[in-house]
């Protein structure tokens, strides 16, 4: 039952669980108020029974002290409106009708009640026909040893009874419908954005259209509205990464197709050369050679850049983070630059600084940053590094960047135009940008007083060490 129900569509569940809700409300209303009516009715008819209590001149005209009960037959009869019976019984267990065609059966509560046990009592039984009584035994003052036993048929409310039933079996049917059609319908009016977003989904599933939106309004907060704009987000982002994708590989290429357009040129003269027969002078081999070799080590930054930039942005690599002394980082990097620029002066001042990070990441990202200043400074120039409470600042006395140009320095292969001639792929601010926010920092880069550029990195951290990290490298060399 439980398997088939979750089969049904969830319009349909809905619409099923208001009206089981709604039948079993209705229910225990219909069930409480026609037990509250007959409890009603019944003490009324017991109020009616006490009500008409006989005085001890009625009685005694039906009781011979001498004989027994009944022995004097009555000498009037009463109208019997309501169908009334009513005995008399002494203690002997005798008893007589007085009032009445047919005899109600006595009870022990009865018989307690004439032998002076019980006091009055109030109960129901049955006739001699299988008619049901409602019955009230009581004593009558100055009479000894005889009770009365008065009866009212208990059709006086039964039937009022069945009638209140059937009212209440109605109400609670149309009840029960009704709300299964609210239900329904209240169910198709909530899941209609439900509706929308799944023929949006399928949609996007059939023809990849990431374009498309459901409408929310701007003041609902509801599941539903929160569902459709997570959606909408969804898609968002999925066309921006598909564009980006699609801007990475258009700009790939076209960085790709200038090397290894150089590279196939050098190996065709230097091919032809072996099949003509014909010897390239050895002054042009060599610079062929050298070419080659230069396009080749550009190919293969090329490739590693993107396989960085190719990597997820977070969660991916959180793992491989660890305690690094940033110092040491910086002064791996400036070793490499004064080897790439031996005409440069590079002073540096670098006070210790422990950040997390990838170390492979944050190296790479260093060197970048300083081959940036080493590219752009002119023979003979100063590149002045810092690092101090956290902040690396590379500082160089190129060019400059042009204001209208910052805002573009991180975008992936951009390059500026006066740049365009030096080697490079437009990759390495960016790479650098990625490693910094993946270690909580930021890099800012800045026009600087008198001419170059300042390059600005901060990374949260420490200026000592983690005690486990700080006593390891107390036992080494440091």
């Known amino acids: 039952m439980i398997r088939r129900f979750r089969a049904l569509p969830l319009r349909s569940r809905l619409a099923l669980l208001v009206a089981a809700a709604v039948a079993f409300a209705v229910t225990a209303a219909a069930v409480a108020c026609w037990f509250v009516v007959k409890n009603v009715l019944v003490n009324s008819l017991d109020e009616a029974l006490q009500a008409n209590r006989m005085n001890l001149p009625q009685v005694t005209q039906y009781v011979n002290l001498n004989t027994g009960l009944c022995a004097n037959e009555p000498t009037a009869h009463e109208p ?7 005995q008399l019984l002494d203690r002997q267990g005798q008893s007589c009708l007085i009032i009445g065609t047919e005899k109600v059966a006595l009870t022990d509560a009865d018989h307690a009640v004439a032998e002076g046990r019980s006091a009055d009592t109030l109960h129901d039984a049955t006739g001699s026909d299988g008619t049901k009584y409602r019955v009230y035994t009581y ?3 100055g009479l000894q040893n005889v009770a009365v036993s008065a009866a009212r048929p208990l059709d006086e409310i039964s039937g009022s009874l069945n009638n209140l039933a059937l009212v ?7 009840g029960v419908v009704g709300a299964g059609a609210a239900g329904l319908w209240v169910a198709r009016a909530g899941l209609r954005p439900v509706d929308e977003l799944t023929r949006a989904v399928e949609h996007v599933a059939r023809t990849e259209d990431l374009t498309i939106r459901i409408p929310v309004e701007d003041d609902s907060d509801d599941e539903v509205a929160r569902l459709s704009r ?5 898609t968002s982002s999925l066309a921006s990464s598909r564009d980006l994708q699609q801007q990475l590989i258009a700009d790939a290429g076209h960085e790709l197709r200038t090397p290894l357009t150089s590279l196939r040129t050098n190996i065709e003269l230097l091919s032809r050369s072996e099949e003509t027969g014909r010897p390239i002078p050895e002054a042009d081999r060599k610079a062929l050679l050298a070419s080659v070799k230069a396009q080749m080590t550009e190919l293969a930054a090329l490739i590693g850049d993107l396989q960085e930039l190719s990597r997820p942005d977070t969660g991916q690599h959180a793992g491989k983070t660890q305690i690094l002394a940033w110092q040491d980082v910086v002064g791996s990097a400036l070793r490499r630059a004064r080897l790439r620029g031996p005409e440069l002066t590079i002073t540096a001042d670098v006070q210790p600084w422990y950040v997390r990070a990838e170390p492979s990441a944050l190296e790479r990202a260093m060197v970048n ?8 400074s002119p023979d003979g120039g100063t590149v002045d590094v810092r690092l101090a409470d956290g902040v690396l600042t590379v500082r160089d ?13 991180f975008d992936r292969f951009w390059r500026s135009p006066s740049a365009r001639a030096l080697p490079g792929s437009g990759l390495g601010l960016s790479i650098v940008a990625r ?4 270690a909580g920092g930021e890099v800012t880069l800045t026009p600087a007083e008198g001419g170059g550029t300042t390059a600005t990195v901060r990374l949260p951290g420490a200026p000592v060490p983690p005690p486990d990290l700080g006593t390891a490298d107390g036992d080494g060399d440091r």
């Open 397 to 409: 006395h190129g060019p400059g960047i042009p204001a209208e140009e910052l805002p573009h320095v």
């Open 230 to 234: 997570s959606f909408n987000s969804m």
């Open 168 to 174: 209440l079996l109605f109400v609670a049917g149309a």
């Open 369 to 376: 940053i300083l081959d940036n200043a080493v590219k752009f």
């Open 139 to 141: 004593t009558v003052r």
């Open 435 to 438: 490693t910094v926010q993946q």
């Open 80 to 86: 019997n409106l309501f169908g009334s019976t009513v």
